[in-house]
């Protein structure tokens, strides 16, 4: 399902939309189908992408995990409904990265479909196969070998969870397979065709890209030889997914500011990082997973006045990267590292 057509309509507040973090005009372009959270049938968009018309940084925040467009039906097949959304969600890391886009002139693109549904950051057929009814392939439309299934998925974190650590089955019973399909139709191939096209236009314009995949994380427990819990991750997959000036001014920016910071471990970024970045191309892309507990309550569930600085320091961190970013394009560092 393609993207609608550009609005310059401010996006509502509710569930499944996002307010405008810019001033004025802007680009705005909804993706992808979710049914809605009343049950009636009717479709929402998977996701939103706002930016302003003139971008004044090269660079593109994803918000994968943060949706809470819950249809009826999934709800229902949920055994412990309230305490599946808790875990599953990246919750209200949205409102995190609407903060920064609108301090730092960022594309913003933000996933409505939960996570519960269909995880964003896992391959198309990373399934565990166990939990799907009646897993033959489809006939309808032909899809590539089922080769990517890996331990993650079979232990019940794959392309859409079975499981969670702790508690056990997440669903009452089995998906079908035909709903299965749909998910993948509806909410991940819209996703990431999007999002491998909104990069490139950046990378057209700048001759480099910068994807900052935000997460959120629970809190972490403090390893042997730190002096300090990481309150952020970022991800690189070891250096693969960007050029190393980009890294180094990320860690740099968040020990300059007091920030204990972690690099790859134990987050270095998954299938989004592995899909979308190609820094020879000049595709650089970070996974930044932020502890829930630096912008939530003791719950960890709804936002207190700490997001606020947060976001401000996360911005002055984008802005950084989005000048080197730009830095790399106009010096020809694609062309250079591709001789």
């Known amino acids: 399902m393609s993207p609608s057509k550009h609005s310059r309509r401010r996006g509502a507040t509710k569930a499944g939309h996002i307010a405008s973090p810019f001033k004025g005009e802007l680009r705005s372009v ?3 189908a979710v049914a809605g959270e009343g049950g009636d049938g009717n ?3 998977a996701f939103t992408h706002v930016a302003p018309p003139s ?6 925040i994803a918000v994968p995990h943060a949706g809470r467009v819950y249809p009826a039906e999934t709800l229902a097949q949920m055994r412990d409904a309230e305490l599946s959304q808790l875990r599953l969600e990246d919750r209200h890391v949205d409102q995190l990265g609407v903060a920064i886009a609108k301090a ?9 479909a939960p996570r519960a549904m269909l ?12 939990m799907i009814a009646r897993p033959g392939r489809r006939t309808s439309k032909p899809e590539p070998s089922l080769t990517c299934t890996n331990a993650r998925a079979r232990s019940g974190l794959g392309l859409v969870p079975r499981r969670l650590p702790g508690f056990g089955e997440i669903w009452r019973e089995k998906l079908c397979r035909e709903e299965l399909d749909r998910r993948i139709d509806r909410i991940h ?3 990431h065709t999007y999002l491998a096209r909104e990069l490139e236009r950046i990378r057209n314009s700048w001759g480099a890209a910068l994807l900052i995949d935000l997460h959120s994380m629970p809190p972490l427990r403090r390893q042997r030889g730190q002096d300090h819990t990481p309150r952020i991750v970022l991800g690189d997959r070891f250096g693969a997914s960007c050029h190393g000036s980009l890294i180094a001014r990320a860690m740099g920016f968040l020990g300059d500011h007091g920030c204990p910071v972690a690099h790859n471990r134990p987050y270095s970024g998954g299938y989004v990082l592995d899909r979308h970045a190609s820094p020879m191309r000049g595709l650089h892309a970070i996974q930044v ?17 700490a997001l606020e600085p947060l976001a401000s ?20 560092h694609m062309a250079q590292a591709a001789e």
């Open 119 to 130: 995880d964003l950051n896992r391959a198309h057929d990373d399934v565990d196969w166990e």
């Open 313 to 332: 320091m996360l911005a002055g961190m984008v802005r950084e990267l989005g000048a080197e970013t730009a830095h790399l394009g106009a010096s020809g």
């Open 289 to 305: 997973e932020v502890c829930r507990s630096a912008y939530l309550d003791d719950r960890l569930a709804e936002p207190t006045e």
């Open 55 to 60: 971008m004044p940084l090269p660079v593109l």
């Open 104 to 112: 730092t002139g960022t594309g913003l693109m933000v996933a409505h």
């Open 43 to 45: 479709m929402g968009p």
């Open 189 to 191: 191939r819209p996703y």
């Open 30 to 32: 909804k993706g992808g």
